[in-house]
């Protein structure tokens, strides 16, 4: 089993910053990539970002390509997002995804994510 809490969400002005984290524990060196997924309202959760732990190599949904970056700290069990030049669309709930072999996902409890002026 792995537990995820995600922190950092709130409101922003267009053009602003947010860092999101997501503190993994549990069973995490089992875990082979972990992601970044967000739901706007009346939409579906898309994949925002995702990043392979053990090892290297990130993909990014194009809409956040070149503004949001997502790394981790293996020693801290920890996924970030860097989100930078924010937009009213980036508005959402943002979840952290953690994968492991077998088909084994977990997921947090979200964060709000709100871009507005």
């Known amino acids: 089993q792995v537990q995820l809490v995600e922190s950092g969400g709130g409101l922003v002005q267009p053009g602003g910053s947010l860092r999101l984290s997501c503190a993994a524990s549990?069973?995490?060196?089992?875990?082979?990539?972990m992601a970044w997924y967000r739901q706007a309202p009346g939409k579906e959760r898309e994949l925002v970002a995702a990043?392979?732990?053990?090892?290297?190599?990130?993909n990014y949904a194009d809409s956040v390509k070149g503004r949001f970056t997502i790394s981790r700290d293996n020693a801290k069990n920890t996924m970030y997002l860097q989100m930078n030049n924010l937009n009213p669309e980036d508005t959402g709930v943002y979840y952290c995804n953690a994968y492991r072999p077998g088909g084994f996902q977990s997921w947090g409890q979200g964060t709000q994510v709100t871009v507005s002026s």
């Open positions: 990043i392979i732990i053990r090892g290297s190599g990130t």
């Open positions: 549990g069973s995490t060196s089992t875990i082979y990539t």
